[in-house]
């Protein structure tokens, strides 16, 4: 990729799209295009068209998507599907109808079966049943594979895929309604450090920054710290405790988000499509740590960084979801790209921008 190629980064202010972006603008890329979700909703096939007819962009990074946590799958089944489907097929579809030179697609390690062999190999995809809370995100991920695949087959495009594991980092989702597991852990541990030492200024900062969701945005009032109490009690953050949902048995892998913007650049600017197809027949790769732990130590490791001393409460009546998604990252060794941010330094990281 030439310093001066045109990028378009898809979702640039998302989790993933922001740190592509950063890491981009670092490595001295000074072409970059962009679009809010309010300036090109990708769902729309003429305006995406009519964006791609008159920027014309070189090399794409697919991040836009609809997503979300575990709850937030379950819900809104219909929007999941429809969205992501959307978005892939349009920018898909517009990279080849516009001669883009080359498309990276981000997929998501929950494209593979439920009950996979662990860790999960590229090859296992589509040899066993979904995991039903987010069935339809998977099945959106898929299509956008064999879309990536079958482009490239029939019109020599230069399209491939990645699939990350749980991601985390600066700039996350931390709406405790429809944000993952590890940005929500570290807010409610934060919120009920801050309920131990009766920091409400802190409390009050953070819910102003950040949506708490379940409509309770509307309901709070900062002002009034009987209803700060009473509000987060409803969430699980207490001063005595703090709520996880399901069994906190499953186990889970987390890369940090900036060694997966290094990873997506580094694939981008080394790896063309026909070698992604010797990894698998749907040109796409791995992309994880190779190491996962379970909710609960996870749960133990954010509580031990952030200090807070209260207990930890499972909510059973919460979906678990899939009971285990390791993944097998030999392929992306051999590509020459290994994870460099550990999990406790990631969450530190995090803990600082709350
Ligand atoms: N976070 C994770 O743990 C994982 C993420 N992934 C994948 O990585 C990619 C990026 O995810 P992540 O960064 O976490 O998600 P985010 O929700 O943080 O970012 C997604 C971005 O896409 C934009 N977007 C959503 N819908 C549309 C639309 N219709 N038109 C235009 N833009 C839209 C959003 O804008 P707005 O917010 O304004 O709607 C947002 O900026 C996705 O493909 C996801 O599936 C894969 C595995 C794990
Ligand atoms: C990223 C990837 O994977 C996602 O699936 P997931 O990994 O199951 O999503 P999750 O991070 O929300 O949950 C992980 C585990 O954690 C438990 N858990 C405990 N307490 C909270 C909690 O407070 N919030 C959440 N969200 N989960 C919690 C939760 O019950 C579950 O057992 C897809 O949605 C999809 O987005 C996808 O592509």
């Given at each position: ?21 950063k ?6 890329y ?10 090109l ?8 068209r ?18 979300g946590?575990?709850l937030?799958?379950?819900t809104?089944?219909?929007d999941?599907?429809y969205q992501n ?17 080359k498309?990276?697609?981000l997929?998501?390690?929950c ?9 999960m ?5 589509l ?5 039903p ?9 898929i299509?956008?594979?064999k879309?990536v695949r079958y ?5 020599g495009?230069?399209f491939m ?12 989702n ?7 597991v590890l940005p ?7 919120l ?7 920091n ?14 379940f409509?309770?945005?509307?309901t ?5 710290k009987e209803?700060?109490i ?5 969430l ?29 650049v580094y694939?981008m ?8 197809k ?13 190491k996962?732990?379970t909710i ?9 960084t ?5 207990e930890?409460i499972?909510d059973?009546t919460?979906?678990d ?10 392929k ?10 550990e ?12």
């Open positions: 990729m030439e310093k001066n190629a045109k990028i378009y980064v898809a979702g640039h202010r998302g989790l993933v799209g922001s740190a592509i972006m890491k981009l603008q670092k490595k001295g000074t072409n970059i295009i962009t679009r809010t979700h309010k300036e909703d990708l769902t729309d096939q003429k305006a995406t009519e964006f791609f007819e008159k920027e014309k962009p070189e090399y794409v990074f697919l991040a836009a998507a609809k997503v946590g575990i937030a799958n379950d809104y089944k219909a999941f599907i489907i959307m978005i892939a097929a349009n920018v898909i579809e517009a990279s080849y109808r516009y001669g883009v030179k498309l990276l697609n997929g998501s390690s494209i593979y079966p439920k009950y996979a062999k662990q860790p190999k590229e090859e296992y995809l040899t066993g049943e979904l995991e809370t987010n069935e339809p995100y998977a099945i959106a991920k299509s956008a594979i879309m482009f490239n087959e029939q019109y495009t230069n895929s990645v699939m990350p594991t749980n991601l985390y980092g600066p700039n996350d931390f709406n405790l309604e429809t944000s993952h929500a852990l570290i807010r409610k541990f934060y009920g450090k801050q309920l131990e030492e009766e409400y200024e802190k409390i009050k900062e953070n819910i102003k920054k950040y949506p708490l969701g409509g309770l945005d509307k709070i009032d900062l002002d009034n209803s700060i009473k509000t987060l009690k409803q699980g953050i207490t001063k005595e405790s703090i709520t996880l949902w399901g069994t906190g048995e499953v186990y889970r892998e987390f890369l940090y988000v900036e060694d997966m913007a290094d990873a997506c694939l600017e080394k790896i063309e499509a026909e070698e992604m010797k990894i698998s027949p749907d040109y796409f790769v791995n992309i994880g740590t190779g996962d732990i609960k130590e996870l749960a133990e490791l954010i509580k031990e952030v200090g807070y001393t209260g930890i499972h059973t919460k979906p979801g899939t009971p285990r998604k390791l993944l097998d990252v030999s992306l060794h051999e590509l020459g790209w290994k994870y460099n941010v999990l406790s330094k990631g969450v530190r990281k995090v803990l600082e921008t709350l």
